[in-house]
Every structure is written in C-alpha cells, then in structure tokens.
C-alpha cells in the first residue's frame, strides 16, 4: 500500500455543527457528523471530542493527520488562531495553521481572514474562508477582475475574489436578526410560521420601494399589517425574512459602482440560497449556485494540498 | 360639598406599567403605581386588578369614574377598542372611548390611533396617543404649520402635530432592536454593561457616514471591533445603541423635505430623551423635552374635560 494515496480527515467544526470526512487524496472515504461546539457537555474539551468522534478511523488507520476549519479555531473552540489579513488564498491560509497535538495525530486549524470592509469597519470570517477558496475554485475566478461570491446566514458574507483569493468582504447580520426578531420580539409573537412565498416577495419589494434606510420603520409594519390588513403568521414570516434579505442585498447594490450586483456565485444550503436567488434580480443581481458542502470539502483539500509537506505523517 | 370639582381616576396601564391618578380637575390628589398588564397573574383579570388598586379611593368616596389609556385597549387587555384615524385630537379620542363597568364604577378606554406612515405602510400606536395630545397642548402647536413630537422607546413613534392632532406619524422599532440584540444576539455575548457616552457618539457618527442602509452590516461592527480593535464591552453597548438611535434618526431626516430633521418636542424619560437630543444635531435636529408622565396626564385631563358631559357621575 506505500503507493496508495494518504489517508486524512477534513473537517468543518463550526458552533452549531461538526462534519468530517476521511479521504484519500479527493476520494471521500468515510463520513461523520455531528453536533457543533455549542453541544458540547461540561467536562468535555474540543480534543476529547474530536479523539472520540474519529476513533474509528485511528484505530483502523493508526494515528490520522487532520485539517479543520470553523469556529474550531475561535476562543469558544480548540485552539484560538489568529487571522490572516485580506487578500488571502488557499496558500495564505495553509501557511498560517495552527498546528496542535492530539491522541489521533496531528491537528492543523485553518485561521480565520480579516480586512477593513468595503463600508470600512474592521470585519473577520472563521470558517467561510475556506469555502470561499474552495467555492471559487469550483467557480473559477480570474486573476484580472473581481467576482462576488455570496454565503448566505446567520452573518452573511459577501466576497470579493481574484485568482483564487478574497480580496475583500463585509459581513451583514440578516440571519441573526432574523432569528432574535423571530424568536423575541413582538413582530411573530414568538411563534414563527413556516413562511409563504408571496409574503417573501412582498417583504422584498417593500423594501426595495422605500430604501434599505427605512428598515427599522418597516419591521413594525410586520405587526402592524397583522393588526390592521389581516396578514397571517406564515405571510408575516416571509414578509419579515423579505424585509431582512432586501436589506442586505440592497445595501451590497449601493456599494457597487453602478449601483447594481450584477453576477453573483451564492454558496450554501439550496432552500436559503433560493431565497436570495429569488430576490437578487429586484437589485440587479443573478445567481449562481454552488452547494456549502461541497465548497468547504474543496477549501479544504487546496489547502490541504498547499500544506501537504508538512501535513503528510 | 356640593361645588367642589368632582373626583376621578385617571390611568396609564400598559405592557410594563399601570399609573394611576386621582384627580379633582387639574389637582392631583393621590397616586398608585402598579405592574403593567404583562405582569398579571392566572386568575386575575384587568378588572380585578382594577377595583382592587382604586379600593381604597372608591372606599373613601365610593365610586368613581376613570379614564385609562395604553394596552389596556388592546387584545391583552380589558377591553379591545377600535383605532381613531387621522387626524385626531383629544375631541376625536373622546368622541371614540369605549365604556366598561366595573365594581369601581363606570370606566372609559382610550381608543388607538392608526394612520397611513410617511412611509406608505399602516401604522398604529395604543397609549402614545394621549402623550402626544397633552404634550401638543404643553408645547403649544400650531393650526397652521406642523410640529414633530417624539416618543423614544420600545416602539418609537415619530408624529407631525397640527392645532393638537396627530396628523401622522411613523414607528421605529429601535428600543426594541436594542433589547433583543443585547438580550439574545451574539454582538454582546447576551451580557451588556452600561453604554458608555464615547462608545454612543462612536455609533452615531458610524452610521451617519456609512448611512443607515448599511446598519445590518453595521451591526456586525459591534462584534469585530471587539474582536479586531480590542472595544471594551461598556463601550460596544453604547456603540450599539448609537447605531440604533443614529438609523433612526437618519431614516425620519431622509423622510423630511430639506433632509434636515429640525425642531423637535421629546417626550419621554430624561434620561432617554437625553440621548435623542445628543445625537438630533448630526441630523439637522433640536430637541426640547417634556416629561413623559406630565403628558399623560395632560392628555387625559384634556380627554377627559372633552368627554365630561358623560363621565360625569
């Protein structure tokens, strides 16, 4: 077996979910997932979890190298790790790892990437980084103009890429507010429905009509328009998440020179990705799909492959 | 005794507070506050609260008419009242009282106000109404031009005022944003400290140079320069509450003709209209401030002299 391709696991530990792959070169071996940072129960430390979750594979194996990205590398995960300055790519990122020790061998953590966003705050990712190099590799991307790359969530994040690299980025709450506005505000009583399209599309072109600036007038119209035109909680559910989601995109259309998003690649789950597939055409966006999983899977074989000499075991 | 001002209740009662006056004409002779209606217990209902805080009174000169505004009209409470559209004054609220009996004697609710927003969508407010009526009266408004009267808070209401009406007004659900992204977002790890003034001034500053289309982007700010620029938690609180207040006012100057906010009423708490009349300036904006609970009660003495002949007992 000296020439069969190395084993390595590949993984993405993010506050809500952890999923690794075992692989041989970019044949996915074996998978498992599980819960994110967040579960993790008193007493247990990131090594022991991580130790427990691959001892299938280490005591098939013998001990495994690994290469994780996420939150894994935040001061709620294993090790912190700083962050990589703007533009980064897969080689920036592979050479600054953080490497640690465990019982299944050696660890590397991806860093998270920081810049001064396009509105010129101070802005970080940990964990999108990685899809970004990946999705852009599967995306393909000049070395001469920028392409936008979108990944939709709790804190969006909208990239500017160029050969390979992120170039720069803003991150937009959108998720976040949804989910506290949803779950504790007034606006849905605390029991939000499933939402309706047409209540979506509503929210969108509210928005759209009376400018992203208004956003904190139009969220109450989420209640008003239950008191006063009858609205139902599944419509009051999309026209909020429609609200949130036009915001965001009109905020990135006002930061684009002609005041348009143009084309965009959207990483993600496909149900949230629709949603801004659907809105983006309302502030001169198209897009394109590339599913998360399979973004943050390539991030990490490319970095891997950049760091392979000093990954391989 | 015969010729002294006959003796009545007037009342606040909302979400978080109940307020009660026992009055003779403009003269206030005793005061009970109580728990708002969010605080009742299984069992109780508005009008067993009610008799039981007035007990005493109604047992000194037994009963007693009331005249009571806030939730108190709405579904969580006593008894649903309709909404008065605009424009309306006190004539127009005391023309729409709904009318309950009680053990305590006979009670009126003040109705709502709805209206048609600058902005284009439905708008409603439940107690602000009568605030706006008696601070109208306390400042002084024209029949001609319209004034601006604002109520900062939960839900903040921004009215143009004419010869003591509400002509229109809009909401901003900036007290509310703040308490669920404090409470239960990631921006200050769910533990906020007391704002500090720089850390106010730093977000309103933000947002008006970034302008408030940016504040879902903005908010994230409040986390990555925590992360990135080492932003004390004291200061991030006010950070974030200067973003809010700042989108806020941004968003009523982008509604008025010349951009420019201009003068302003306050009504409120001072330690909370304080911060309106600190950051008013940056948006073309004065404000002078009248006590909150002065105008309720001027608003319910003006209802109630309105509603006279029928409240009289």
Redesign the interface.
């Given at each position: 077996m000296a020439t069969a391709a190395p084993l390595r696991i590949l993984g993405d530990w993010g506050t809500s979910n952890l999923r690794l792959w075992l692989v041989a070169d970019d044949t996915v071996i074996d998978r498992r997932d599980g819960a994110g940072l967040a579960a993790m129960e008193p007493g247990e430390s990131p090594a022991s979890v991580f130790v427990d979750r691959v001892a299938q594979w280490t005591d098939a194996y013998g001990p495994l190298p690994a290469l994780l990205c996420g939150m894994v590398g935040a001061n709620i995960g294993w090790r912190q790790t700083p962050?990589a300055e703007c533009p980064a790519g897969a080689a920036d990122l592979a050479a600054r790892l953080t490497r640690v020790e465990a019982r299944s061998g050696p660890v590397a953590i991806v860093p998270g990437v920081?810049c001064r966003?396009p509105?010129?705050?101070?802005?970080?990712m940990r964990g999108e980084e990685t899809q970004l190099v990946g999705a852009a590799a599967m995306a393909g991307t000049d070395d001469n103009g920028e392409q936008l790359f979108c990944l939709p969530g709790t804190?969006s994040k909208w990239a500017a890429m160029a050969g390979g690299a992120i170039h720069r980025f803003?991150?937009?709450?959108?998720g976040?507010?949804f989910a506290?506005?949803s779950?504790?505000?007034?606006l849905l009583d605390r029991t939000p429905a499933e939402a309706t399209v047409a209540g979506f599309d509503a929210g969108v072109a509210?928005v759209r009509?009376?400018?992203?600036?208004?956003?904190?007038?139009?969220?109450?119209?989420v209640?008003?328009?239950r008191?006063?035109?009858g609205m139902m909680m599944d419509e009051a559910t999309g026209f909020l998440s429609g609200l949130?989601i036009g915001?965001?995109l009109?905020?990135i259309a006002?930061g684009r020179a002609d005041g348009a998003i143009g084309a965009v690649t959207i990483i993600g789950s496909p149900s949230l990705a629709q949603h801004y597939a659907r809105a983006l055409p309302h502030f001169g966006g198209e897009g394109k799909m590339i599913d998360g999983d399979a973004a943050v899977r390539a991030g990490l074989s490319l970095i891997a492959a950049q760091a392979m000499m000093e990954m391989s075991v």
């Open positions: 962050y920081a966003s509105i010129g705050g101070p802005d970080v804190h803003q991150t937009v709450m959108t976040e507010l506290v506005l779950r504790h505000s007034i509210r009509a009376a400018g992203a600036g208004a956003l904190p007038a139009l969220l109450f119209e209640r008003s328009r008191l006063r035109e949130l915001a965001e009109a905020g006002a």
